[in-house]
């Protein structure tokens, strides 16, 4: 399970507690982030992706199924580009093939100014911009909590270098490689992620299916958790 960018594994929790009686859960914490070492300078997604390999091949796990959401779910398509035999599954939601491969341009450099003005303030200054742009509507207050708690921790030597390196990838060219079961969870109000960029990864991806979770934003597994948890439960279940 590999999370978003401001974010770290505790943004699996609700999962956790809805899965993890049918199925073995691993949600890392990528370099930077939550309880992991920064990472080393110059890091593209590809190391990232590198990254989560070695994790997978230290505790002999292979192949996985592999979740991932927002930056995660693009992370998940760079490890498939790099260990296609490591990977069984694919579940991305609210992904991107990079912000690159996703997103116009213009829309790609405002992101990447915001993050590089404003991850030297402190967390509080900037968290409660972020939080409409995340959520389609009104979450329970404990979700709030949860993900202010986790952005308010944000390191700047974990999430600057992490996202420009998201800024910069385009993996549009892997999508049409992809040759295991694919399920793509998008929120129908997502901002961050909308519709176009679900329906791109669709028609790129061969055999994909798209779940269109209606009425909920681009946090998906936390503002609808038992709807999201229910189409992976399915989507698992399926795989051979």
């Not at 997604?45 to 292979?62: F, H, Q």
């Not at 992904?95 to 829309?107: F, H, I, N, R, T």
């Not at 992490?162 to 049409?176: K, Q």
Request: glycine share 8%; with cysteine.
């Amino acid at each position: 399970m590999l999370h978003g960018g401001w974010s770290d594994s505790r943004e699996w929790r609700l999962q956790i507690e809805g899965l993890s009686h049918q199925f073995d859960l691993i949600a890392w914490d990528a370099p930077g982030c939550g309880g992991s070492h920064d990472p080393r300078a110059g890091m593209r997604l590809a190391d990232y992706a590198e990254a989560v390999c070695d994790l997978v091949g230290a505790l002999d796990l292979e192949p996985v199924h592999l979740c991932g959401l927002s930056f995660g779910g693009g992370l998940a398509i760079a490890v498939y580009q790099r260990r296609p035999k490591h990977v069984r599954s694919l579940v991305l939601a609210s992904a991107y093939a990079g912000w690159k491969g996703s997103l116009p341009a213009a829309e790609v450099d405002a992101r990447l100014r915001r993050v590089q003005a404003e991850i030297h303030l402190p967390p509080s200054s900037w968290i409660d911009d972020y939080l409409p742009g995340f959520f389609a509507g009104p979450v329970a207050p404990q979700v709030l909590e949860l993900v202010r708690s986790i952005m308010l921790e944000v390191r700047p030597a974990g999430t600057l270098p992490m996202l420009t390196a998201f800024a910069e990838a385009d993996l549009r060219d892997v999508l049409p490689t992809i040759a295991v079961p694919t399920l793509l969870l998008y929120g129908s109000e997502d901002v961050r992620s909308p519709r176009p960029v679900a329906e791109a990864l669709h028609a790129a991806i061969p055999g994909s299916r798209l779940v269109l979770l209606p009425g909920v934003g681009h946090v998906s597994n936390l503002e609808a958790p038992e709807v999201f948890n229910a189409e992976v439960r399915r989507f698992l279940r399926s795989v051979p």
